[in-house]
């Protein structure tokens, strides 16, 4: 199984993302942000960084470069895809998730261990956790609070699309605690941690963030 | 050749923490007129001659896909003589 992982310019975690979809027991496939083409990918991952230097807005100008408009169709036909930390950012710019991520309600930059309860395991990516059960990645991010209206929370809420809160005092005055989402159809995730940090324990909080890369391979194989 | 301002604010029920902290930097510097502030962007656009309504048009759906985005922010699109 081939998982892309896109590299734009001021992306910072395209390596550890992929080496966390190997670790996972994938294959990963680099893909550049100026190239219009997916290279027959079964799944995409949109890693962490500053793409674009955060310009305008975050994730703002990505949304519009060749790549993302073939991971828009291809997300839309179903294809799995994961946005980390920026690239859930870029994911609700792309309209492909509701809502937006914002300033961090302090306005510091966060850059700590956090621990997250994973609450909808039956997304492509959150498949080999248990409903309920609490890992420990890191976050770190200057724009991590999650806002939307009363309605769409509402909507996400009702519809079981929370796929992950923080745990304890609300590191970034995120709604309803959100550190994740996903789609109607839960092929798109955005996760503002970072769980391709927490693959092993010796350079990380702790080896719980693997799951999320198993889980596509699981989601894959059925 | 003529000016168009577009100003992309918050939507007032978004938290605005820059905002809330110009707000509280005020009082500290002896200015204290301010009830709330709310900080937002502006982008001024030069074309040339007087912008046609076509070309307002356009402005406004740039407004709407790039220079805002619409979940959060507001925007105002003018001409400045």
């Keep these: 199984m081939r998982v892309g992982v896109i590299t734009f310019p001021g992306t910072l975690d395209d390596r550890d993302a992929a080496r966390a979809v190997v670790v996972g027991g994938a294959e990963a496939v680099s893909l550049w942000h100026g190239d219009a083409d997916l290279k027959n990918v079964d799944a995409v991952i949109l890693p962490g960084g500053f793409s674009y230097g955060d310009y305008l807005r975050c994730g703002a100008i990505s949304r519009f470069a060749p790549v993302m408009q073939l991971v828009i169709e291809a997300a839309n036909k179903g294809m799995p895809v994961l946005g980390i930390c920026n690239g859930f950012q870029v994911l609700c710019e792309s309209h492909l998730l509701p809502g937006a991520l914002t300033r961090n309600s302090d306005l510091h930059f966060l850059c700590r261990d956090q621990e997250i309860e994973i609450t909808n395991n039956q997304t492509a990516w959150t498949g080999s956790f248990e409903l309920g059960e609490q890992i420990v990645i890191p976050l770190k991010n200057g724009e991590g609070s999650f806002q939307c209206d009363d309605q769409t929370l509402a909507m996400l809420e009702g519809e079981g699309r929370v796929i992950a809160r923080y745990v304890g005092e609300n590191p970034n005055g995120s709604r309803n605690l959100i550190a994740g989402i996903t789609n109607a159809k839960g092929n798109v995730v955005g996760l503002m941690p970072h769980p391709e940090h927490a693959i092993n324990e010796l350079t990380g909080p702790s080896a719980q963030g693997l799951g999320f890369f198993t889980s596509i391979l699981n989601a894959m194989v059925k | ?81």
């Design chain 2, 1 to 81: 050749m003529a000016k168009i301002v577009v100003d992309v604010m918050l939507k007032p029920e978004i938290l605005d923490p820059q905002g809330n902290a110009v707000a509280s930097a005020l009082p500290r510097l002896g200015f204290s007129f301010a009830k709330s502030v709310r900080q937002g962007k502006r982008f001024e656009i030069e074309i040339d001659g007087e912008p046609t309504p076509a070309q307002l048009a356009e402005v406004e759906k740039a407004a709407e896909v790039l220079l805002s985005n619409p979940v959060i922010e507001n925007y105002v699109v003018r001409v400045e003589k």
